[in-house]
Nanobody, 117 residues
């Protein structure tokens, strides 16, 4: 069992920055994918950024160059650094962990990011 707790969301002006955090209840060592998803009102949930246990990262085209996914292994925490935020980034952001060995997925509770002037 893994529990994911998110924090760091909130209101921000266009061009501003936020850092989202996702802390797991225990250490995870290998064979996983950790990702940040978002869901805007009336829209389908989409993958924003992901990182593998080997350190490989992926980003949706719309956030490349602006968002950075990272992790602090000692703190069992993943981050999404969000810079140059745009109104279209407004969404509920969810942390996701997928255990590639078992196929099981875990989700954070979601944190609201609202980008507006």
């Amino acid at each position: 069992q893994v529990q994911l707790v998110e924090s760091g969301g909130g209101p921000v002006q266009p061009g501003g920055s936020l850092r989202l955090s996702c802390t797991a209840s225990r250490s995870i060592f290998s064979h996983y994918l950790m990702g940040w998803y978002r869901q805007a009102p009336g829209k389908q949930r989409e993958l924003v950024a992901g990182i593998s246990s080997e350190g490989t990262t992926i980003y949706v085209d719309s956030v490349k160059g602006r968002f950075t996914i990272s992790r602090d292994i000692a703190k069992n925490t993943a981050y999404l650094q969000m810079n140059s935020l745009k109104p279209e980034d407004t969404a509920v952001y969810y942390c996701n962990f997928r255990d590639l060995l078992s196929g099981y997925e875990y989700w954070g509770q979601g944190t609201q990011v609202t980008v507006s002037s």
